[in-house]
C-alpha cells in the first residue's frame, strides 16, 4: 500500500538555512523530492522517517524529530469521530530508547492533549483530560514491542471527547480504555501527528550516528460522520 504524505506538513531535522537553525516544515512531496536523507519512498509504497539526534529542532527545544501534521485543524465537535491510525515498525531509536510516535496536538499549544511513545519497548502515552493540566497522566498501552517488529498504533476520538488508544504487535493488542476529555477542551482546535520525534536533548557531544528510524507501511487520517468506534 502506497502511503500518502503529499499533502502533510513534515517537520525536519533540517535547518531552514544557514542562518536560521529552526527546523524546517514542508509538504510531503516536497520532502520526498528534496530531502531523501531525511523522508524517502521505499519500494513496496511505505515511507522512511529518520531523525538524527543532533539536528535542527523546532522554536527553542533542542529534541530533533521527523514528524508528520495535519495541516487543517479541526475541531471535536466537527465529526462524530476522527482517527490516527499508522502501522510502522521503528528500525532504530536514539540513545534514551524513547520517542514519541503519535500525537493528538492542540492549536497554539505546546502540550498536546494525547501523545504517544515507544519507551524501551513498551508503548505508552501522557493524556491531558484538561487543557490546563500541567503533569500528564501516564499509562502503558502495550508492552513487548521489540524494534524492527512492526505494529499498529490507533489514536480515535468522538465529538464528545471520548478517546481511545490501542496498540497491537504480534497477535498481542492493548488499549487505554475510554479517556474523557473535559469541557475545558471545548472549542479548541487539533491535529494529528505522527512519526519520529526524539525524547532526547542533544548537545555539542552527541554522536552523529544516534538517530531514530521508521518506516510507515500504512496511515489513515480521517474525521467522519459518525459516532462510534469500529
Known amino acids: 500500500m502506497t502511503v500518502n504524505i503529499d499533502n502533510l506538513i513534515i517537520t525536519t531535522p533540517v535547518a531552514k538555512s544557514s542562518s536560521n537553525p529552526v527546523a524546517l516544515e514542508l509538504t510531503g512531496a ?54 490516527n491510525h499508522q502501522r510502522m515498525v521503528l528500525e532504530r531509536v536514539n540513545s534514551a530508547q524513547k ?74 493488542t492493548g488499549s487505554s480504555g475510554m479517556l474523557k476529555m473535559a469541557a475545558s477542551w471545548s472549542g479548541r482546535t487539533f491535529n494529528f501527528h505522527g512519526g519520529v520525534y526524539n525524547q532526547v536533548d542533544f548537545s555539542d557531544s552527541t554522536p552523529p550516528t544516534d538517530a531514530s528510524t ?5 496511515l489513515d487520517l480521517f474525521h467522519r460522520q459518525v459516532d462510534t468506534f469500529i
Open 99 to 172: 520517542v514519541v510516535i503519535a500525537q493528538m496536538h492542540v492549536k497554539d499549544d505546546d502540550s498536546p492533549a494525547i501523545k504517544v511513545f515507544w519507551n524501551k519497548g513498551k508503548i505508552t502515552l501522557g493524556f491531558r483530560q484538561d487543557f490546563n493540566q500541567v503533569t500528564p497522566t501516564s499509562s502503558t498501552v502495550l508492552a513487548d514491542v521489540p524494534l524492527g517488529m512492526p505494529f499498529d498504533i490507533t489514536i480515535e476520538v468522538t465529538a464528545t471527547g471520548a478517546a481511545t488508544v490501542s496498540a497491537a504487535c504480534t497477535g498481542r
Open 214 to 218: 521508521c518506516v510507515i507501511s500504512q
Open 30 to 83: 516536497q520532502a520526498l523530492a528534496s530531502l531523501p536523507q531525511v523522508i524517502s519512498r521505499l519500494a513496496d509504497g511505505a515511507v522512511r522517517m529518520n531523525a538524527p539526534t543532533k539536528g535542527a529542532a523546532s522554536k527553542s527545544t533542542h529534541r530533533t524529530r521527523c514528524e508528520w501534521k495535519e495541516a487543517v485543524y479541526w475541531t471535536l465537535a466537527s465529526a462524530g469521530r476522527h482517527v
